[in-house]
């Protein structure tokens, strides 16, 4: 289920009763695979709803998806390769008005080429980040740049 359904889609409810488990196993099992550097667990910053409920899971690694998934969501991969990149040396945490909020300053919008930047509006910090770009331009980043700083 992580390899397919979009990151803003899965959660806890949707997660413990398409497996079977009630949510405190749940919560048990996902505690422990984010232990063990299998998932990360992304909540939200201050203000947003973060009661034991994260708003966002995503695998560890993107390479888990060439050992776990046979047709992963390109959204959860791009996305998965940003948090990656960031979560050891940064707080991340997800946003209501782009995908992530690092270090309560930066706001992020990750997705493909062709990603505007009308989700962000006028917040300042506020950047896209998109894949299949080389070079960026005022306000998009490249997805790869943010391999380069692990």
């Not at 939200?44 to 899971?57: E, H, I, Q, S, Y």
């Not at 940064?90 to 997705?111: A, C, L, S, T």
């Amino acid at each position: 289920m992580l390899c397919a359904t979009p990151p803003a889609e899965l959660n806890k409810s949707k997660l413990s009763s398409a497996v079977g488990a009630s949510w405190p196993t749940l919560s048990r099992y996902l505690e422990r695979m984010q232990a063990g550097s299998l998932i990360y667990m992304v909540r939200g910053g201050a203000g947003m709803r973060t009661v034991n409920k994260p708003d966002k899971l995503l695998l560890n690694n993107p390479n888990l998806f060439q050992t776990l998934c046979a047709s992963p969501n390109i959204g959860t991969l791009r996305e998965t390769f940003f948090v990656s990149q960031l979560f050891h040396g940064h707080q991340v945490h997800y946003h209501d008005r782009g995908d992530f909020i690092v270090d309560d300053k930066y706001i992020f919008e990750i997705g493909g080429a062709q990603k505007r930047s009308r989700q962000l509006g006028n917040q300042a910090n506020a950047y896209v980040v998109s894949d299949d770009i080389e070079t960026g331009t005022p306000g998009k980043i490249p997805l790869w740049v943010f391999g380069m700083g692990y």
